[in-house]
T-cell receptor
Framework: NAGVMQNPRHLVRRRGQEARLRCSPM?????VYWYRQLPEEGLKFMVYLQKENIIDESGMPKERFSAEFPKEGPSILRIQQVVRGDSAAYFC????????????????FGSGTQLSVL | TQLLEQSPQFLSIQEGENLTVYCNSSSVFSSLQWYRQEPGEGPVLLVTVVTGGEVKKLKRLTFQFGDARKDSSLHITAAQPGDTGLYLCAGPSQGGSEKLVFGKGTKLTVNP
């Protein structure tokens, strides 16, 4: 049973280019979350999606960033016109359902995409 | 804004020693989770604590949730080099949101 798959593992872009990060959740998981991790910083929530719906995008910058989770295929985090400050590790996580108040729900993280903007 | 403060930020010990790391907040959390993250990898869930005062054990790791559900601790007995990693605590954001708030973590190094 494959885990959460993210690709590419490393992505290098020049300022002004577009970055597309892909995430395939675990089999049977319909909830996808994107987090960003900067050096010496904790993981910061960006967006929460279910199939074909953005549920919570309160952590995502209003400009240049977008996310989708189509009916078929992986979730995509898209960053347009990248700047040096976008350099970070981007992690995707998935779960079968929400509900953090129980002991049964688990969040599984992928290995991340390290984005470097030159 | 809910914050989770973790201490110490860095900890370097010798194999066989015991250690405790802490996760504190001024806010009440309905539950707290502990993760371990290794370099170049995503966090891996270790445990979820839900009830105030709860203690959970995972082999040599003991997790405790404070009575007031504002803090948690992780105690490792007889640390091994394989315990090396970044230990993160996380809790659900207030208001029924599905997002997790993470602390900055404790970077643990266990030297052989």
């Amino acid at each position: 049973n494959a885990g959460v798959m993210q690709n590419p593992r490393h992505l290098v872009r020049r300022r002004g280019q577009e970055a597309r990060l892909r995430c395939s959740p675990m089999k049977g998981h319909s909830h996808v979350y994107w987090y960003r991790q900067l050096p010496e910083e904790g993981l910061k929530f960006m967006v929460y999606l279910q199939k074909e719906n953005i549920i919570d995008e309160s952590g995502m910058p209003k400009e240049r960033f977008s996310a989708e989770f189509p009916k078929e295929g992986p979730s995509i985090l898209r960053i347009q016109q990248v700047v040096r400050g976008d350099s970070a590790a981007y992690f995707c996580a998935s779960s079968r359902s929400g509900g953090w108040g129980t002991t049964n729900e688990k969040l599984f993280f992928g290995s991340g995409t390290q984005l470097s903007v030159l | 804004t809910q914050l989770l403060e973790q201490s110490p930020q860095f900890l370097s010990i010798q194999e066989g020693e015991n250690l405790t790391v802490y996760c504190n907040s001024s806010s009440v959390f309905s539950s707290l989770q502990w993760y371990r993250q290794e370099p170049g990898e995503g966090p891996v869930l270790l445990v979820t604590v839900v009830t105030g005062g709860e203690v959970k054990k995972l082999k040599r790791l003991t997790f405790q949730f404070g009575d007031a559900r504002k803090d948690s601790s992780l105690h490792i007995t007889a640390a091994q080099p394989g315990d090396t990693g970044l230990y993160l605590c996380a809790g659900p954001s207030q208001g029924g949101s599905e997002k997790l708030v993470f602390g900055k973590g404790t970077k643990l190094t266990v030297n052989p």
